[in-house]
């Protein structure tokens, strides 16, 4: 299995900040990595896959980027409805979840 | 716009099956593959494993031996059987959609998700 890790596992940010999620893979993943953002309440929402290609409707301020073990999810400016629980997971093996990272308003 | 839902019963007695339904509207489950996920109350999300309409069917290895999905198709349905329940089985679960018309791995389209409950 691999095991995805994600840090920080809390992230304060303030409205119109940048915000820097990471996320590791225990071997490589190739660019085999997708995002996704939940909100309280409701199914994940898929923001990233490929490491760095924004499915369709996702705003430009998501943005993804790394490869083989180590990712980054970059949102450039935050607004009010990016305050979420952000997940990311890998597929080049059968699929597997990081913990998440909770990002949460300063 | 393809929609999922999932129905099944919300409580489940310890050592019985889980049995869960996921009704898609909106387009056909005749192509995509279909997957179940879950997650525990206020932790992470574990794939549990996909259906292709074809009779395909992919498990995650930890849960392979209890785990059934198959399909529907006069319904446009697809459903999870989880044997042998226990307490760690206490989750949300949702059935979810593949991005593209082959196995791409991440998910496009999600139900709302069901939890159910294992107790006696």
């Known amino acids: 299995e691999i095991v995805m890790t994600q840090s920080p596992a809390t992230l304060s940010v303030s409205p119109g900040e940048r915000a820097t999620l990471s996320c590791r893979a225990s071997?490589?993943?190739?660019?085999?990595l997708a995002w996704y953002q939940q909100k309280p309440g409701q199914a994940p929402r898929l923001l990233i896959y490929?490491?760095?290609t924004r499915a369709t409707g996702i705003p430009a301020r998501f943005s993804g980027s790394g490869s083989g073990t180590e990712f980054t999810l970059t949102i450039s400016s935050l607004q009010s409805e990016d305050f979420a629980v952000y997940y990311c997971?890998?597929?080049?093996?059968?699929?597997?979840f990081g913990p998440g990272t909770k990002v949460d308003i300063k | 716009q393809v929609q999922l839902q999932e129905s099944g019963p919300g409580l489940v007695k310890p050592s019985e099956t889980l049995s869960l339904t996921c009704t898609v509207s909106?387009?056909?489950?005749?192509?995509?593959?279909w997957s179940w996920i879950r997650q525990p109350p206020g932790k992470g999300l574990q794939w549990i494993g996909y259906?292709?309409?074809?009779?395909?069917?992919n498990y995650n290895p930890s849960l392979k031996s209890r785990v059934t999905i198959s399909e529907d198709t006069s319904k446009n349905q697809f459903s999870l059987n989880l044997s042998s329940v226990t307490a760690a089985d206490t989750a949300v679960y949702y059935c979810?959609?593949?991005?593209?018309?082959?196995?791409?791995?991440?998910?496009?389209?999600w139900g709302q998700g069901t939890l159910v409950t294992v107790s006696s």
């Open positions: 979810a959609r593949s991005y593209y018309d082959f196995w791409s791995g991440y998910f496009g389209y």
């Open positions: 909106g387009g056909s489950i005749s192509s995509y593959y």
């Open positions: 259906m292709y309409y074809s009779g395909s069917t």
């Open positions: 071997q490589s993943v190739s660019s085999n």
């Open positions: 490929g490491a760095s």
């Open positions: 997971q890998q597929y080049n093996n059968w699929p597997t």
